[in-house]
C-alpha cells in the first residue's frame, strides 16, 4: 500500500487493524487536520501536538504489567514503540513517529492494535 491510497481518507479501526503488518512506504506526517479526522475512529484516544495518547486503568500491578507486556510485543511486532508512563494500576501511552515529526499512519495502526488487545475494536 502507498502513502496516497493509506491517507486518501481517514480509515475506520477495521482498515487500521487490517494493515497490521503491512508495509506502508513513504510514511510522512500527518497533517492535524488529517490525525483529527483519522482519531476519529480511535474515540478513546486524543491527539495533540503531533502526538497521540490514552490512559488505561487496571485493577492490580499484575493487571497493568501484563498489559505493558503485551503493548512490548506489538511494538516489537510494528518495529513501532510508544512511550509509556505506568503505575500501580495506569499505563499511559503516547504514540508519536520522531523521524517524520509528528503522527503517522503506523501511529494510528498500532493505537488500533492496542485496542483491540483490551477489547476496543
Given at each position: ?43 478513546d ?9 490514552r ?60 485496542d ?6
Open positions: 500500500m502507498n502513502r496516497g491510497q493509506a491517507l486518501g481518507t481517514a480509515l475506520t479501526r477495521e482498515a487500521l487493524l487490517a494493515l497490521d503488518g503491512a508495509t506502508i512506504d513513504g510514511l510522512s506526517a500527518l497533517t492535524a487536520a488529517q490525525a483529527a479526522a483519522q482519531v476519529q475512529a480511535l474515540p484516544w486524543s491527539c495533540a501536538d503531533g502526538t497521540m495518547g490512559r488505561f486503568e487496571f485493577r492490580d500491578f499484575h493487571e497493568t504489567m501484563s498489559f505493558v507486556n503485551a503493548v512490548a510485543w506489538i511494538a516489537h511486532r510494528q518495529d513501532h514503540h510508544p512511550d509509556m508512563a505506568l503505575g500501580f494500576r495506569h499505563c499511559e501511552l503516547r504514540y508519536t513517529t520522531h523521524s517524520a515529526g509528528g503522527l503517522t499512519l503506523k501511529d494510528f495502526i498500532c493505537a488500533a492494535c492496542v483491540a488487545l483490551v477489547g476496543h475494536g
